[in-house]
């Protein structure tokens, strides 16, 4: 069996260091979108995420409008689990993040960010309500008719299917059914497209890409082997 030499190692170790330190709780953003579901029709519509740290510093969602109603309003906030995976509705509701009109968005999906990296960061402390389930880190992201007249036209888009990070055993909730994640078939539901993670002294809610560390790690780990093909016999 052959032995890997100390510089991959440490390299690797190195690399995969600096890609752990992430706190992406969800993001299905950089998969295919399968479609939309409207608020005003299918809403409340939520989707889970589990959050060990029990700390929220940026959210991002993906709307859309159709148009129906430029004076429609939802609103996003973050609710609890009743430790069922069911959302608690407006009893478990966490954090506001803030409302959107309808007037702001148009057909093209549009990316809709509360909180961010560094000063912007939200700093949400989860079950400071103190009505969060005992042991249950799981939490949702919802989206809520506030229209003040008739339904909204926002629409949330959803995914092709349960790809993505920290997507595949999550639930997607609406038209008050929940259903686990999928590809819509056989009893699942395509996700709804968001991002939730505690990034705020870093690259908010974004899968970090290699950071220095990591590419000198990469670099590492390619000297490694280019020493070891040199020292390898030609056959």
Known sequence: MSRIPALIAGALTLSVATGANAAVFYNNLGVAIGGQDSTG?????????????????????????????????????????????????????????????????SATPSLITFGGAGVNALGISLCGTGSCVTG?????????????????????????DATGLGVAGEFTNFNANTLPNGDGSGATAQPFMMCVSANGAGRACEVPEPSSYGIIGLGLIGLGLLHGMRRRPRS
Do not use: C, K, M
Not at 45 to 55: E, I, K
Not at 72 to 100: C, M, R, S
Not at 137 to 154: E, K, Q, Y
């Open 136 to 160: 249950d880190d799981r939490f949702w992201i919802g989206l809520s008719d506030v229209s003040p007249a008739g339904s909204t036209g926002i629409a949330w888009q959803f995914a092709t």
């Open 41 to 105: 029709v299918h809403g409340p519509q939520y989707a889970s995420f589990t959050d060990a740290s029990l700390t929220v510093d940026t959210v991002q969602v993906l709307l859309s409008n159709t148009g129906s109603n430029l004076a429609g309003d939802v609103q996003v906030g973050i609710y609890d689990d009743d430790g069922n995976n069911i959302p608690n509705g407006g009893g478990g509701l966490e954090a506001i993040l803030g409302t959107v009109n309808d007037s702001s968005l």
